[in-house]
């Protein structure tokens, strides 16, 4: 006789399925993100290191947007240094022909013209802000002309404080990198004063101009050796923001690194895990559907009879076979029991026909008489 599955084995059998289905979500999920785990108690004890992790992540792209920042500015800074120090060797290298040739045709207009450039460059600002005031917001170099150069004290000259700016570029380092317009013009302004205070120069410059012309050279040599030495220092912090930039950049690829081993899901093995549970969960619908095929005969034989209707809770032996063979004339005789609790399911195909008596506890029925 064949056995076939009661409830008990099909609910058994329905968890089975639902424990592949809820596996099969899973690992469907992880080819969808590519993650192990959608959240951080998923991860068991790595939980608290990726934590540990992340915020380190965090401080060294804090640390690269500052360098990033940081270099930009000191390109801002290294611009219009340059500017001012091409400016005033140009005007040195005028003022020195005029005096060795006795000949200062266009030197006027050339002073004029550093001037300018020179107070265009102390004046430069970054997003609204001057690059060389300190933590003023008013334009650094005040005199607009050489006439106001020369009747401008030198302490009223610059709008400047002494407050420099600063940034942390990387754990426990702060770099100070502010330059203001005193430190780089003051020694030029003086230059300008002198030159201004030799008065008008013509085509020839007169002896007490020529004099001027000796000491403004000398003048704006020693103002120009000063802001070779600021520029210098400003190369010097470019050199050293980018190297902590790199190396922020290589620690942070170094800690996502360590985050996506701890977090990220191996997608040729979720594949895999993927075709093996399809499989599992194919082949569990299968032999569930085969045994809800076997255990059909016997619900519906128990709906007849209006016994134990929807819920069998027995193991039913009974044919895998739809057609009925006839029950005999009456059932086996010598029964000590009362009809009524006597119950009787029919025998399978392969037997004699007649009938098998189940127990009344059983939950049987009687044959038709």
Do not use: C
């Not at 965090?58 to 000191?74: D, N």
Request: no cysteine; hydrophobic share 40%; aromatic share 4%.
């Amino acid at each position: 006789m064949n056995r076939v599955a009661t409830i008990p084995l099909q609910r058994t059998m329905s968890d089975a399925i639902q424990r592949s289905q809820q596996k099969l979500a899973v690992t469907q999920l992880q080819l969808a993100s590519g993650k192990k785990a959608t959240d951080l108690a998923a991860l068991g004890p790595e939980a608290v290191r990726n934590l540990s992790t992340r915020t380190l992540v965090a401080a060294q792209e804090a640390h690269g947007v500052v360098t990033t920042r940081l270099s930009t500015t000191l390109s801002f800074y290294d611009a219009n240094i340059s500017s001012i120090e091409e400016a005033g060797q140009a005007l040195s290298q005028s003022i020195m022909e005029a005096v060795g040739t006795n000949q200062s045709t266009g030197l006027k207009q050339a002073i004029e013209d550093a001037f300018t450039q020179i107070r265009t460059a102390l004046n430069a600002s970054q997003g609204g802000l001057p690059l060389f005031a300190g933590s003023q917001t008013e334009e650094p170099f005040r005199p607009k002309n050489l006439k106001e150069a020369l009747s401008t004290p030198l302490q009223d000259a610059f709008g400047n404080d002494d407050v420099r700016a600063s940034a942390r570029v990387a754990d426990n380092l702060d770099m100070e990198y502010g330059v203001t317009a005193r430190d780089l013009g003051s020694g030029l302004l003086q230059a300008f004063r002198t030159l201004a205070a030799a008065g008008e120069i013509g085509d020839m410059p007169t002896d007490q101009q020529r004099a001027a012309l000796d000491q403004a050279g000398d003048e704006l040599r020693s103002a120009l050796s000063s802001v070779r030495e600021i520029n210098g220092e400003v190369g010097r912090k470019q050199a050293q923001v980018e190297t902590l930039g790199v190396r922020a950049e290589q620690r942070t690829l170094l800690l996502k690194d360590i985050i996506s081993r701890n977090e990220d899901a191996d997608l040729g093995q979720v594949a895999i895990n993927l075709a093996q549970e399809k499989a599992t969960l194919q082949a569990s619908y299968f032999v569930f559907g085969q045994l809800w095929r076997a255990g059909r005969p016997a619900s519906r034989l128990l709906r007849q009879r209006g016994r134990d209707r929807g819920s069998p809770s027995i193991v039913l032996r009974l044919a895998r076979s739809a057609a009925r063979f006839p029950a005999p004339a009456r059932p086996p005789s010598g029964r000590a029991a009362p009809e009524a609790e006597r119950h009787w399911i029919p025998r399978a195909r392969n037997s004699a026909p007649g009938w098998l008596q189940l127990p009344a506890s059983a939950g049987g029925h009687a044959p038709d008489r």
